[in-house]
């Protein structure tokens, strides 16, 4: 027999029993997952490309400043030689060998010359074939 | 989670929404009562499932995860669109008219009727009965799918059927 409580049962799961998406909502659900799915690896590998920059941009940053030390501290290793020499010649000069006291009397301004050359082109040289 | 692990999302996709299809839209439905609607929440709710399965740790079960998911969704579309009664939906609207004009026994409640009738329960009220009868769920589940304890459910199921059964022999 039916009491009121189970005909009430019967007519609630009749009326929401049957309650679902319609029929194309997984087409449309999978076709709109495609399309995220395409959208998701663009942006990764858009994300991949700019880390990637990021990445090359700091390294590039990180070199020029070590040069940059380098460089200073080989003006200043550079000048330090220089100076030594010049306190080295004027110190040894007295003890010098007269016939090579007369080379240098001859060639001394070009020795001068030629080291003050050396001495000031080595640094350039040094950041011309880094840079290069 | 072995296909999530296994990088097979869309595998997992496709079993997630095999199992959890009705049971979303019923969900979503409860809350917006409008079936296109709820149909869009769902969509939703998936590409939004989708979207977060691989950072899905399984602290919490996928069923109470996805549940969540849905009712938040569901309410920031509340929040969007005032609430919609489903006697707004067309179809709806239409049976309603048509109940009217037809006469109707002392004791026998059509769907129709029926339907009006539920949407006049509060709430909680409306929602638990709909997601009980809707899949015959368990109390627990239905517990589940609205983040009450099952004692709430049990209440609110009986208040509603006694005020249904109450509306339906006047």
Known sequence: ?132 | MELVRAERRHEAITLIVGEFRRKVFGLAYSFLRNREAAQDVAQDVFIKVWRALPGFDGRASLSTWIYTITRNTSLSALRAKRPQSSLSDPDVMAAVDASDAAPSGDTVVDGVLLQRLVDQLPTKQRQVIMLFYMEEQSHEEVATMLAMPVGTVKTLLHRARARLSAAAVK
């Not at chain 1, 991949?48 to 200043?76: I, K, P, V």
């Open chain 1, 1 to 132: 027999m039916n009491t009121p409580d189970s005909k009430l049962d019967e007519r609630l799961k009749a009326l929401f029993g049957g309650l679902d998406a319609g029929p194309e909502f997984e087409a449309r659900l999978m076709a709109r997952l495609q399309a995220e799915s395409q959208t998701d690896g663009k942006e990764r590998a858009m994300r991949a490309r700019r880390q990637e920059n990021e990445r090359h941009a700091r390294a590039l940053s990180n070199l020029m400043s070590w040069r940059h030390s380098m460089l200073r501290l080989l003006t200043l290793d550079t000048l330090g030689i220089g100076l030594l020499l010049v306190v080295a010649v004027v110190m040894a000069w007295p003890y010098l060998n007269p016939q090579l006291m007369g080379g240098l009397r001859q060639y001394g301004l070009d020795v001068v010359a030629m080291v003050g050359v050396l001495l000031a082109a080595v640094p350039l040289w040094m950041n011309r074939a880094r840079v290069g």
